[in-house]
């Protein structure tokens, strides 16, 4: 995918399907987040599961390169594309917690060697989500200071 066409995609991302997909995980597991007391899920939803973190990985993963090919020219960019990335981002950063606690859970149950193996695998993609998550709200800091809005503002003294 060259530069213009990843600027383009990433300035679609509210109407994208690939947030359309988060939006849907993030629904998914809003009941969880509203509850005093997240609704603990048993191990015979570890499918959904770890369908829900391989998907907002590659998500994120994707959203990480396009990121990277929009850096050089940030002005192409508005407010509140680079907005809704820290949105949706940061939202997801948040419930990290909640994958996280749910896989100790499993963790601590009798399991098979295969549901061992998928918790544990799961485990590390979370890990691998966090990082890549960072790596998209770090370069949207930068590319948030030169966003079309902030140049046409610009008033060269």
Same mark, same amino acid.
């Given at each position: 995918?060259?530069?213009?066409?990843?600027?383009?995609?990433? %300035?679609? %991302?509210?109407?994208?399907?690939?947030?359309?997909?988060?939006?849907?995980?993030?629904?998914?597991?809003?009941?969880?987040? %509203?509850?005093?007391?997240?609704?603990?899920?048993?191990? *015979?939803?570890?499918?959904?599961?770890?369908? %829900?973190? @391989?998907?907002?990985?590659? @998500?994120?993963?994707?959203?990480?390169?396009?990121?990277?090919?929009?850096?050089?020219?940030?002005?192409?960019?508005? =407010?509140?594309?680079?907005?809704?990335?820290?949105?949706?981002?940061?939202?997801?950063?948040? =419930?990290?917690?909640?994958?996280?606690?749910?896989?100790?859970?499993?963790?601590?149950?009798?399991?098979?060697?295969?549901?061992?193996?998928?918790?544990?695998?799961?485990?590390?993609?979370?890990?691998?989500?966090?990082?890549?998550?960072?790596?998209?709200? *770090?370069?949207?800091?930068?590319?948030?200071?030169?966003?079309?809005?902030?140049?046409?503002?610009?008033?060269?003294?």
């Amino acid at each position: 995918m060259g530069p213009v066409r990843a600027v383009t995609a990433l %300035m679609a %991302m509210p109407r994208n399907k690939l947030i359309e997909r988060q939006i849907e995980l993030r629904r998914r597991w809003i009941r969880l987040a %509203m509850a005093e007391q997240p609704d603990w899920q048993p191990i *015979s939803r570890l499918p959904l599961i770890g369908s %829900m973190i @391989d998907g907002m990985l590659q @998500d994120a993963e994707e959203h990480c390169q396009t990121l990277l090919q929009a850096a050089p020219k940030p002005h192409v960019l508005d =407010d509140y594309t680079v907005g809704r990335v820290f949105e949706v981002f940061g939202s997801q950063k948040n =419930d990290l917690w909640l994958f996280e606690e749910q896989l100790a859970r499993w963790k601590i149950d009798k399991l098979s060697v295969g549901q061992r193996h998928e918790v544990d695998r799961l485990t590390e993609q979370v890990g691998r989500c966090r990082t890549v998550i960072d790596s998209i709200l *770090s370069p949207a800091e930068q590319l948030q200071q030169g966003t079309i809005e902030k140049v046409l503002a610009f008033k060269p003294s």
